[in-house]
Every structure is written in structure tokens, then in C-alpha cells.
């Protein structure tokens, strides 16, 4: 087994010890909201937002995007679970913002390997056994933050599937100083009707 491995495995352990009575906690969460933010691992939902186990459903995925999957995931938060406000919320310094479909179709194309990066841009190992099906995929980057998160906030206000009557908020979260900035904006978008 690799080092990570067993450190996780660890980890779990320890988490197995002290579990206690969170094997009573209800499917549905407790403070009946949901955030659809970003996977960067420098964002912890539990700590900037003052979450324990079975307080809120955490939807993670790079960018914190309103992906077609993360729509599916807030439409089943409501509909079978019970939220009754939604978050959304991107960050400062997301890798996101660093490149675009096409620097995504070049890297894929060159080689699987892991991409570089430097003050001139993303560069492949071109070492071959790369892919074309990057085509085929909008990777959702963007080129301004403010933006990306008033442009989710009005595609999941604006999806059939989702109740006027839950408010959407939009937050871009401060990676320098852990605050939550309110993008007024897109908070103004999810307003209910």
C-alpha cells in the first residue's frame, strides 16, 4: 500500500474510535441548506462555514461550477432531502482561471501526464499517448470570478428543475484571509420570486 493510503486508513481509524452517536444522524441535512463549491483542497466547507457531520450537503467540483451534475445534485438536495437555500461559492487563485478549452485540448492531445506551469502558461511533457476527447468536453474554466459565479447562479435560477421559492446566494471565498465576500450580483440573481 502507498504512504497515503495508510495514512487515510489511519486516519479512519482514529475517526472509527471517536464516531459515537453520528451513526443517528438523519439522511436529510439538519440546517437544510447546500453549498456547490470548489474541490481545491485549500477550501474547507466545514470550517468557513461552521458545518459538523449532517448539517448541510457539500457539492465539490473544480471551479464550484453548475454543471449539469451539480444542478442533478441541488435538484435531489430539495427534492428528496429537503435544502431550502442553496450557496454558491468560487474562490480567489482558482486553477480555473489559468487556462481555457482549447489549452485543455492541447495538453490532452500531447500526453496524459501531468501538465507544468510557469509565468508563460501550461506546457505538456509531450511524451506522447495523448487524446482527442478533450474536444468533447466543456471544461468550464473562466477568466473572472465575479462572473462565473453571478453566470451559476442564473443557470440553476433559471433551470426548470429548481423552485422559485429557494434562494440562491453567491460568495467568492478569500484564500488570503478565509472570508466569504458576497458577489451581491449573483446573490441578487437567486433572489426568490
Known amino acids: 500500500m502507498s504512504k497515503v493510503v495508510n495514512e487515510v486508513m489511519a486516519a479512519n481509524a482514529r475517526y472509527v474510535a471517536e464516531f459515537g452517536d453520528k451513526a443517528d444522524l438523519p439522511m436529510p441535512p439538519g440546517r437544510r441548506f447546500a453549498i456547490l463549491t470548489c474541490m481545491d483542497a485549500r477550501l474547507d466547507p466545514a470550517k468557513y462555514a461552521g458545518l459538523a457531520e449532517g448539517d448541510a450537503h457539500v457539492i465539490r467540483n473544480a471551479g464550484g461550477r453548475a454543471s449539469d451534475d451539480a444542478i442533478r445534485s441541488l435538484v435531489i438536495s430539495y427534492k428528496l432531502l429537503g435544502t431550502r437555500e442553496w450557496f454558491v461559492i468560487h474562490h480567489t487563485d482558482c486553477g480555473m482561471l489559468t487556462f481555457d478549452n482549447d489549452t485543455m485540448v492541447r495538453l490532452l492531445q500531447g500526453s496524459l501526464k501531468p501538465a507544468t506551469v ?57 484564500c488570503k484571509s478565509g472570508a466569504l465576500l458576497e458577489v451581491l450580483k449573483a446573490t441578487a440573481a437567486g433572489r426568490v420570486a
Not at 476527447?133 to 443557470?155: C, H, T, Y
Open 118 to 174: 510557469d509565468a508563460s502558461g501550461w506546457h505538456d511533457s509531450a511524451a506522447g499517448g495523448g487524446t482527442d476527447e478533450g474536444k468533447f468536453v466543456n471544461w468550464l474554466s473562466f477568466s473572472d470570478i465575479a462572473k462565473s459565479v453571478l453566470e451559476d447562479v442564473r443557470r440553476i435560477r433559471s433551470n426548470p428543475m429548481v423552485p422559485a421559492d429557494i434562494p440562491i446566494y453567491g460568495y467568492i471565498y478569500d
